[in-house]
């Protein structure tokens, strides 16, 4: 349950994305941050698309952590970062982020069995999703 928690705030929270969301004046997000939050974003799909891989719990954590630490170093408030999760548009540029990588290392969405031979490269390439993730 703690682990799925976990997710839920990693998911919906990390959605900080490109964080350019917000009416304040906001920091212009950059590269990095939403590079991050893809590679935690297609772990994520991994995860809960191929019933061999799970996530390394305190490893998400530490890196989910690692975004919030960037994004406040270049300007972010927690308050931007939170109003960053709940516009659409913000979701929606990740999703499509998150569709494209994965169709383009191979995976078929209809097939969860192409979500675990990504996932097992991913790991064995030590990749930043790599890191994430680990075989039950």
């Known amino acids: 349950i703690m682990f799925k928690n976990l997710t839920r705030l990693i998911t919906t929270t990390l959605v900080v994305g490109s964080?350019?969301?917000?009416?304040?004046a906001q920091p212009k997000a950059d590269d990095e941050i939403f590079s991050r939050l893809?590679?935690?974003?297609?772990?994520?799909?991994?995860?809960?698309k191929c019933p061999t891989i799970e996530a390394r719990t305190i490893a998400?954590?530490?890196?989910?952590?690692?975004?919030l630490n960037y994004a406040r170093s270049i300007g972010f408030t927690k308050d931007q970062m939170f109003a960053y999760r709940d516009d659409p548009k913000n979701q929606e540029s990740l999703r499509k982020a998150t569709y494209a990588y994965l169709d383009k290392h191979g995976v078929n969405r209809a097939v969860p069995a192409s979500y675990c031979i990504l996932?097992?490269?991913?790991?064995?390439?030590?990749?930043?999703t790599g890191k994430l993730l680990k075989r039950r």
């Not at 964080?19 to 304040?24: E, F």
Request: charged share 15%.
């Open 38 to 48: 893809l590679t935690v974003a297609v772990g994520n799909e991994i995860r809960e």
């Open 119 to 128: 996932g097992t490269a991913e790991i064995a390439q030590n990749s930043e």
């Open 19 to 24: 964080l350019t969301a917000g009416a304040t």
């Open 60 to 67: 998400a954590t530490l890196y989910f952590l690692g975004i």
